[in-house]
């Protein structure tokens, strides 16, 4: 049987492990503007009109049809850089199975056309809108960490999301038309 002290501790540490995981749960909320949606897997993706680097614009439902690998980054991010010669792999590899893996840079323009100058990629890059709410929040990258990359169906519903860098393994299960993520 626990003593009256034990008792009081121990109640103290569930309420205070209760108190961290609301103020946990509230945070990740307070980062998504009011009226802001952010898209879930099983929905229908934003169709978000975004730049190239030459100015045109682009809407995401230009790729329907296709499936297609959201892969946000920046010219900073050591982590982005080092998953690019993959995802420009993947892109050789699956680009004439229906897949397109599309850059989405969440960096200033030029930035981002100086460190495409030196070190070119294969696949498509569009700016993303780093204001809030920034492009990559209304998919889902509620602390606005990069690498992070979201997968969309044909039909442009999200099926996959990953934050972090992908290998050669997932890049192939998730664009390969044969797999399901």
Same mark, same amino acid.
């Given at each position: 049987?626990?003593?009256?002290? $034990?008792?009081?501790?121990?109640?103290?540490?569930?309420?205070?492990?209760?108190?961290?995981?609301?103020?946990? !749960?509230?945070?990740?909320?307070?980062?998504?503007?009011?009226?802001? !949606?952010?898209?879930?897997?099983?929905?229908?993706?934003?169709?978000?009109?975004?730049?190239?680097? $030459?100015?045109?614009?682009?809407?995401?439902?230009?790729? !329907?049809?296709?499936?297609?690998?959201?892969? *946000?980054?920046?010219?900073?991010?050591? &982590?982005?850089?080092?998953?690019?010669?993959?995802?420009?792999?993947?892109?050789?590899? *699956?680009?004439?199975?229906?897949?397109?893996?599309?850059?989405?840079?969440?960096?200033? &323009?030029?930035?981002?056309?100086?460190?495409?100058?030196?070190? &070119?990629?294969?696949? &498509?890059?569009?700016? %993303?809108?780093?204001?809030?709410?920034?492009?990559?929040?209304? *998919?889902?990258?509620?602390?606005?960490?990069?690498?992070?990359?979201?997968?969309?169906?044909?039909? %442009?519903?999200?099926?996959?999301? !990953?934050?972090?860098?992908?290998?050669?393994?997932?890049?192939?299960?998730?664009?390969?038309?044969?797999?399901?993520?």
């Amino acid at each position: 049987m626990l003593s009256r002290s $034990n008792v009081v501790i121990l109640g103290l540490a569930v309420a205070a492990a209760v108190a961290g995981g609301w103020l946990q !749960h509230e945070s990740q909320v307070a980062h998504v503007p009011a009226g802001v !949606h952010v898209a879930n897997v099983g929905d229908l993706s934003p169709d978000l009109a975004l730049i190239d680097l $030459n100015g045109r614009e682009h809407r995401l439902s230009d790729f !329907h049809g296709k499936r297609v690998l959201l892969n *946000f980054w920046a010219s900073w991010c050591v &982590p982005c850089l080092a998953e690019m010669p993959v995802l420009n792999a993947a892109q050789h590899k *699956f680009g004439d199975q229906g897949a397109i893996v599309l850059g989405i840079a969440m960096d200033e &323009p030029a930035r981002v056309h100086a460190f495409l100058t030196a070190h &070119p990629i294969d696949y &498509p890059i569009l700016i %993303g809108q780093l204001a809030s709410p920034s492009t990559s929040l209304r *998919f889902g990258d509620i602390d606005e960490v990069l690498p992070f990359s979201v997968l969309l169906d044909g039909s %442009g519903r999200v099926m996959a999301i !990953h934050r972090g860098p992908l290998d050669a393994g997932q890049l192939a299960n998730w664009l390969s038309p044969t797999t399901a993520p």
